[in-house]
């Protein structure tokens, strides 16, 4: 299982506009693929963070046990 | 038809009792449509230099934005402006809410306020005209209470109440003014100009009436408005703000690794998942209130009670309040950061130079700068909440230490002495708001060149314009951005991108527009701000012409601070943000000095300023049709 958390205005493309998924995988993953299937336009994801270290979206596999976090660009205000 | 102005503006002199209504033509409001630009205007025009911040002579302006009161969302805003005893410079703060369109439908575009009142008055604004009203019984009383009593004298209870609490009374240089109990005209010390004139309140009453009666095309306005509302609901951005208000910025920026943390030291907290918005959802969120008209409903209101016993009369913590008194406090307790902004905002002061005061104590007293004896006993370690608490006591009251950090961080560095202002995150005396710019290069330049101080909301944020395919950096393409440029990036390009960006919200703050409303922060685009213009004014603006508007009324605020000996020199970021960042996911991360120099002296070439000095060049003014202000 995957912990995935979409904040910021990531949530209001996946389904139901949740912002929190559990994500049955069982081997390394592509992330790119999972927001894809998610509905989350890639160009929207500024801030990516698996258990707490940023990491690069392009190059990012995650595996079952992971927590990933995902942000927008975050404006001011 | 009109131009969605109505051209007139109240004069009052407090000394004398004298009130006046005066008006403009249709050719002055088309280069100062309002706000930020008409209250330059009149303080270039009616203020003499170095005039004491809280003589009878200052000049309190209250200055309605040029669509404030249009049934769009968003449009709600209104300037309150004088020479600012925190900075010394122009002082400018921005409110939305209701105030402004009630103001506008009352039949006028701005107040203009001189003189001292030999006792406490407040002003009323309404049908029956505009007088002053004894305020004696009002003096020391808490803003619910004056609030209350005054709707009560004047018989209606849809009277807006604009008034300043005990900081303004007690001149507590970042005194705020608020409205509703909700809304605030939080920065740079407005409110304690307010009350050295022994001015409690602005009460106004509208005529009834409607804004369309203003319009050029009203029917267009109106079509105009129904499909901006809702785009609220449609576009990602205004639907976030919707969802979540301002808070939903903690665990963003704690991911980037630029939550401010620690007087700034840090840019990751420990304790930020206690503080970010699904923990402020679950434990204070009761509901969201709005301003005028406005779809986005972005404010929190939390719920009374708790450990801290709190008020929900007085609204909720914004993002920048809870980063303010969370992790640049050092406080992980959400209740403890609820009860700190519900105490500012009963005493009316700016939560974000209060927190930053407290937080900058805080580092001095952990650096043995000052200990329990200078403190009279408070012990201000990061992280102690009761000392928070009693801090904002202290300020509001200028009682203990507290007097001394009325004054702000930088005056209270130059009294505590040592390498204590190197503590104090402030430019022009004004402390930073809760944005990190060594993550993000652009607000860093903002907080420099700002003519009010440190101020995070005169240009775009870089991180909404990095990823070329984002919302964001479409939104801007059409202020003429070309390419989208990483969050840190402080180059040539960037420095051209900030430019626009900041005449595109200083427009925002002419026209009476929240941040929240405009792209690239929000939903309405920029072709339908254009659009709302010529609708409301009929004139045949383009943007180009209302990029200009906008930076007239930078180079206004330019000239007034010039005129006040401010120069180059002032433009400077604190020492604190050219060191490392010492935790968070960027750790290390810091801005370069030379770099920084090299994009202002890019940045003054840009805008036709003087390179050694800072002031706009006689070219540039009578380029922008201010020939008039050339001095010498």
């Known amino acids: 299982m995957l912990e995935l958390h979409l904040g910021g205005h990531l949530a209001f493309y996946a389904p139901q506009k949740q912002s929190r998924f559990n994500i049955p995988i069982d081997q390394p993953t592509d992330l790119g693929l999972i927001l894809q299937q998610l509905g989350v336009p890639l160009a929207e994801v500024a801030i990516v963070a698996v258990n707490g270290e940023l990491v690069d979206l392009a190059s990012t596999r995650v595996k079952p046990g992971d927590r990933v976090e995902l942000y927008p660009p975050m404006g001011g205000g | ?632």
Request: contains cysteine; proline residues 4%; glycine residues 12%.
């Open chain 2, 1 to 632: 038809m009109g131009y969605g102005s109505t051209g007139k503006y109240l004069r009052v002199d407090l000394g004398s009792g004298a009130i006046q209504e005066e008006s403009l033509d249709e050719s002055f409001y088309r280069l100062y449509p309002g706000g930020k630009a008409l209250a330059g205007y009149f303080l270039l025009h009616e203020l003499s230099p170095h005039t004491d911040p809280f003589g009878p002579d200052n000049l309190l302006v209250l200055a309605n934005g040029l669509l404030t009161g249009s049934p769009i969302a968003t449009a709600t805003r209104f300037t309150a402006a004088a020479r600012s005893p925190l900075t010394g410079g122009y002082g400018e703060s921005e409110a939305g809410g209701y105030f402004g369109p009630e103001l506008k439908l009352a039949g006028y575009e701005a107040v203009l306020i001189r003189g001292r009142a030999d006792s406490p008055v407040y002003l009323s604004i309404g049908p029956g005209g505009a007088v002053l009203k004894d305020a004696g019984h009002l003096w020391g009383h808490d803003p619910e209470q004056v609030q209350d009593q005054i709707r009560t004298e004047l018989g209606d209870t849809k009277v807006q109440v604009l008034q300043i609490g005990l900081a303004g009374e007690k001149r507590v240089l970042f005194a705020a003014l608020t409205h509703g109990l909700r809304h605030y005209n939080g920065r740079n010390g407005i409110g304690a100009v307010m009350g050295s004139k022994n001015l409690k309140a602005v009460a106004v009453r509208a005529h009834g009436g409607a804004y369309r009666e203003l319009a050029h095309a009203p029917q267009e306005l109106a079509a105009l408005g129904q499909r901006l509302a809702k785009e609220v609901r449609n576009h990602p951005q205004s639907w976030d703000l919707h969802e979540k208000g301002t808070n939903a910025l903690v665990g963003g920026l704690q991911a980037a690794g630029i939550l401010p943390t620690l007087n700034f030291r840090s840019g990751g907290f420990d304790g930020a998942d206690k503080i970010k918005w699904e923990a402020y959802q679950q434990e204070i969120l009761e509901k969201r209130g709005t301003c005028f008209a406005c779809a986005v409903r972005c404010k929190p209101e939390v719920r009374s009670g708790g450990p801290y016993d709190l008020n929900s009369a007085y609204g909720g913590p914004e993002y920048e309040a809870v980063a303010g008194f969370g992790s640049n406090c050092g406080v992980d307790d959400l209740q403890a950061i609820a009860k700190a902004n519900e105490l500012c905002n009963r005493y009316v002061m700016d939560t974000i130079s209060t927190s930053a005061t407290i937080a900058f104590a805080m580092d001095c007293f952990e650096h043995g700068l000052i200990g329990p004896k200078e403190t009279g006993g408070l012990d201000l370690r990061f992280g102690n909440i009761q000392a928070m608490l009693q801090a904002v006591e202290q300020i509001a009251s200028r009682q203990g230490f507290g007097n001394l950090l009325a004054d702000g961080s930088l005056r209270a560095a130059q009294a505590i002495g040592g390498n204590a202002v190197d503590f104090a995150v402030q430019v022009k005396g004004q402390e930073l708001a809760m944005h990190d710019p060594r993550g993000k290069a652009m607000v860093g330049l903002g907080y420099a060149v700002s003519e009010s101080g440190a101020d995070h909301l005169v240009s775009i944020h870089d991180t909404l314009l990095q990823n070329p395919d984002s919302v964001g950096f479409k939104g801007a393409q059409a202020l003429g951005l070309q390419h989208a440029l990483p969050a840190g990036l402080l180059n040539d390009e960037k420095v051209a991108n900030y430019f626009v960006c900041e005449n595109w919200v200083s427009l925002e703050k002419v026209l009476g527009l929240c941040y929240f409303g405009p792209a690239p922060r929000s939903f309405m685009q920029v072709v339908d701000v254009v659009a709302l213009v010529r609708a409301a004014t009929g004139w045949d603006v383009d943007l180009q012409e209302l990029l200009r508007v906008g930076e007239r009324a930078t180079n206004m605020a330019r000239v007034f601070n010039t005129r006040e000996g401010f120069n180059r020199s002032d433009d400077r970021l604190p020492a604190r943000l050219f060191n490392p960042l010492e935790g968070g996911v960027i750790a290390g991360a810091s801005i370069s000095k030379v770099e920084f120099e090299q994009a202002l002296t890019e940045l003054y070439r840009l805008k036709g300023w003087d390179p050694a000095s800072g002031a706009p060049t006689p070219e540039k003014l009578r380029s922008l049709e201010l020939g008039y202000l050339i001095q010498g």
